[in-house]
């Protein structure tokens, strides 16, 4: 009875997997331990997206959300030591003296053994204790496991990506994070380089001058990585649970999300399906690290236990019958993630899936609505027949109907000539699918190395996306690395490229859009591009293509 209460959505139709990534960067290029793989458990978005399904939803119960690091810190306690005893299973520490000498406080949930003595991070919240009270700066990120984070001799934190280097320090007087030297190297097709340099107090300098950059890099390779400590577990193994999200990753498969499970309280919470469409309530007792869920009732009883081997990825073992089709689930603690007001749909921290429509922008924000592509698991497509509901990564119920049944609404010449000019020679070319959004019919369509196929327009290029929110405004980070689309003339044809800027260069009046003399021009107005929001701010910007 139990299986069949919680498989409504866990194991069913509705079931998806959401790939969510724990970082911009592309990058990750070490080790292929559980931190890896899931830092990069994410699909890149295509290139073209242009038909819109919606849904009126505000992102994170706000339509509004302007960066703000401090915004995060209501609750947090008076002193370090009162936060440390308040994190939870799942998560790390670190001191580091990158406030002029003095301690700051570092909080991940992504260690590593770096194999050189160090539990290291490449993604990490930097805290520091001002006016009575703990208050978050900001957040950091390096290119993945290659590089972790660490401070230099001189006590500066320096950040490493596969094409940046990044040296600051958090000012005491102000208490923000200062970067006081970096540089970006953006690599062109001739393999010749363009570095981005900042110095703090100098002018920009865009060049292919690599000496900053080789100063930076080599400056890097001699720094200290930072090693954590774990907390969140009781010397008896008691986990915190009360206040924290998980994002639950089923047996070997540590790329597609299973479900969130939730902790409202000590002993109530949630698990909840990755599109957010279902989910099931449930109490709990904890006792050590074992714990009995009462799902759907109080009479269910189902048993499991946790164990921490690994810090950052605690895994929950279930004794009898469990409500996942694998008995062995690996938790990630999910940061910004509030029970009280998680929705699945609408949490995108990290996520670098996310789509924005920009409506305006100015040199420290964009303004726009949210997206996300629209994807069907292969598991759904293969198989399915004509009427089965087939389930979105979105929670997006398609119908199954024949190219055949389409072509008598359409009247496209004939079936042949109708299913030959949507198929062409790389969509799906065994039925095509109806959505219940707007009740249009879609093709599918997916490359030989993914696991989802998109969902595309029947005649033209473009993937279907699925509105998130409307009218949410990010800041631009400081050291954001943005890619704008613009085109060039050379006096016969116009030619598409991109242009490499970081955020702190990012000015809008830099960029003209379409005039009759225009020699180069760029595709400013209205323009679709693919982020990821980190403490909702932006910290990767890339500018999609739209024909």
Known sequence: MKSKVISFFLATVITTGVLTGCSNNSANESTTDQSSAISESSEGTDSSTNNTNSADNS?????????????????????????????????????????????????????????????????????????????????????????????????????GNRNSVQVAHIDKASGKYVITRESDVEFTTDEEGTYHDYIEGEDVSIGTDSTLYDELDSLYWDSEVISFESAGVGSDNTPNLEGAVYAAYEGDDLYNISCYIGFESDTTGFMQTPDGLSGAPFDYELKGSDIVFHIASADDNTAASFSFDNASFPVLTFTGESPFENPEVTLTFLDNADPETFEASTYYEGDNTLLMQVSSYDKTSLTGD???????????????????????????????VSFEDVNKELEYGTDDEFKQDVVGTTRFDKFLVRSSDDDFYYALQKEDYETSYKVVSLMTEGTVKKLIAKGVTFSIKEDCVIVLLKFVSNGESDELKEDYIIGREFDPESYPGWSEDATEYYLSSNMLVSISVVDNELSCIVQQYVE
Do not use: M, W
């Open 370 to 400: 949210l997206y996300r592509e629209e994807k069907i698991k292969e598991e759904f497509v293969d198989g399915a027949v004509e009427g089965d509901i087939l389930s979105s990564v979105n929670g997006t119920a398609f119908t199954v």
């Open 59 to 159: 992102a994170n119960g706000n339509t509004s959300t302007d960066a703000d690091a401090s915004a995060n810190d209501a609750s947090l306690p008076a002193s370090f030591d009162e936060f440390i005893a308040s994190l939870h299973a799942g998560q790390s520490y670190a001191y580091a003296p990158i406030c002029e000498g003095e301690d700051a406080l570092l909080v991940t949930s992504y260690t590593f053994d770096d194999l050189n003595g160090h539990i290291a991070t490449y993604d990490a919240s930097i805290y520091i204790e001002e006016g009575g009270s703990v208050k978050k700066v900001t957040t950091v990120q390096s290119g993945g496991t290659a590089y972790p984070i660490a401070v230099t001799a001189d006590n500066e934190l320096i950040v």
